[in-house]
């Protein structure tokens, strides 16, 4: 076991220890300004690290081949949580997307984003020189439209964005057809005006309306926006210091641990902690796109860049968000926000890219 451990990559478990210190940190911060419960959300996150980490060292340990073979498992396990909880799952701030265990939850969509990157690594490895093919497009697109859809019945936008921006990234990489690419584009312009209309709730289309106007209407619609600009503004270059920041330590910013942790860290720790944050994240990508040169299966191959396209759609739209830039979906940041699920699917598949770092045969 030593042996394997050994042969981590080790820039890239620096990386996540160097997000888990930063994420504690502003979560202990939160709780030290507010105080009484608040303070429960450092000290739950650092039972979910290490958890994390158990977890992590433990799928690490297990040959890569293996999640091939469970692929498909985890993609249907995915599908069953995620038409369970429209049944019995509770509702948190109009999204019916949580299944309630006494005092833990869990978030089906964690488990789909898992099992999306999976299967679509398991369909794309067997047709790897003909994906670009239309019936390829189209039997990976209902792969990832079944789970897809089931998250926008909860209604969680941000997450079924994600999911389809997944097999998007893995389709063009696989070389799509430009007029295929057209008509996808087409597709996704009737789903988004569909989704407007019949899907969406007041407050989602609130969110996009703020990012439209975000100066407008700031005691409504444009305030959560409003708030964490305000806040990354102040940090100036230095920042304010652990626990004065103004905008979080006074609850100006809402959800401050989940959807706007970012805005938090760069209101306490300035521009060089966000250089710095944005810096590890470079690293992070840069071991994971190294991996990826030197396996030589394609399932590896397929599975790391879908983890990598997956950190990275929920890092721009995290920060886009806080930055106005994006309206507002809920997507916490990777490694960093508070949650329990959300860490749980981040160990997962740190384990698998270390398991695919210490077993897959190198080229």
Do not use: C
Not at 10 to 24: E, K, R, S, Y
């Amino acid at each position: 076991m030593i042996g394997r451990l050994k042969q981590f990559d080790i820039p890239l478990l620096i990386v996540v220890l160097f997000f888990a210190t930063i994420g504690l940190s502003s979560l202990y911060s939160i709780g030290v300004g507010r105080g009484g419960d608040a303070m429960g959300y450092f000290e739950r996150q650092g039972i979910y690290y290490l958890v994390f980490f158990v977890v992590a060292i433990t799928i690490s340990l297990i040959r890569h081949t293996f999640f091939r073979s469970v692929g498909a498992l985890v993609y249907l396990a995915a599908i069953a949580s995620l038409l369970a909880v429209l049944f019995i799952g509770s509702t948190i701030r109009g999204t019916k997307g949580w299944i309630t265990f006494g005092s833990f939850t869990l978030q089906p969509v964690e488990l789909a984003k898992i099992g999306v990157i999976l299967a679509l690594a398991g369909y794309f490895s067997i047709f790897t020189r003909q994906v670009h093919h239309l019936r390829h497009i189209i039997i990976s697109g209902v792969i990832t439209a079944i789970p897809a859809g089931l998250v926008m019945l909860q209604p969680d936008i941000g997450s079924a964005a994600i999911i389809v921006f997944l097999w998007i990234t893995m389709i063009l990489v696989s070389g799509i057809s430009k007029k295929y690419l057209v008509s996808l584009l087409f597709l996704g312009v009737l789903t988004i005006v569909g989704a407007w209309m019949f899907l969406l709730h007041d407050y989602q289309k609130d969110r996009i309306l703020a990012f439209i106007h975000p100066t407008a209407e700031t005691q409504s619609r444009g305030y959560n926006v409003r708030q964490a600009m305000i806040a990354i503004g102040s940090g100036q270059l230095f920042g304010k210091g652990l626990g004065r920041g103004s905008q979080s330590q006074l609850r100006f910013l809402p959800e401050s641990q989940t959807d706007f942790i970012f805005s938090v860290i760069a209101e306490e720790l300035g521009l060089i902690g966000i250089l710095l944050l944005l810096i590890a994240w470079g690293v992070f990508f840069w071991r994971l796109f190294a991996l990826m040169a030197r396996v030589h299966d394609d399932f590896s191959l397929y599975v790391l860049f879908g983890i990598a396209a997956l950190f990275f759609i929920q890092l721009v739209i995290n920060i886009a968000g806080n930055l106005g830039l994006l309206p507002l979906t809920g997507i916490v940041l990777p490694f960093l926000s508070y949650g329990g699920s959300a860490l749980v699917m981040a160990s997962i598949l740190f384990g698998i890219a270390q398991s695919i770092a210490i077993h897959a045969p190198k080229s």
